[in-house]
Nanobody, 121 residues
């Protein structure tokens, strides 16, 4: 099993910044990719950004130029720096990891519990 714990959410005014962190723990053999997804009330969960172990990144068009994803492979941690936040960024943000446990040949998707980000004046 891989356990993901997010932190860093909260309430911020439009134009402000927040930094989310997600630490993975457990009997991890390798983490291939980590990322952030978000889900606003009444909407489907959507991709925000992902990063591979080789640090290749993908961003949703709506956050390009404002959000930056990074990871520390030694700490099994992924970060999301969010700048120029807008009210439409309000959502629960979920951490995701595609990982293999020790002794297992298959990689699985793991999810954190989510952290609330609210952008409002």
């Amino acid at each position: 099993q891989v356990h993901l714990v997010e932190s860093g959410g909260g309430l911020v005014q439009p134009g402000g910044s927040l930094r989310l962190s997600c630490a993975a723990s457990g009997s991890i053999f390798v983490i291939y990719a980590m990322g952030w997804y978000r889900q606003a009330p009444g909407k489907q969960r959507e991709l925000v950004a992902t990063i591979t172990s080789g640090e290749s990144t993908v961003y949703a068009d709506s956050v390009k130029g404002r959000f930056t994803i990074s990871r520390d492979n030694a700490k099994n941690t992924v970060y999301l720096q969010m700048n120029s936040l807008k009210p439409e960024d309000t959502a629960v943000y979920f951490c995701n990891a595609l990982a293999r446990n020790r002794g297992v040949d298959i990689a699985y998707d793991y999810w954190g519990q989510g952290t609330q980000v609210t952008v409002s004046s």
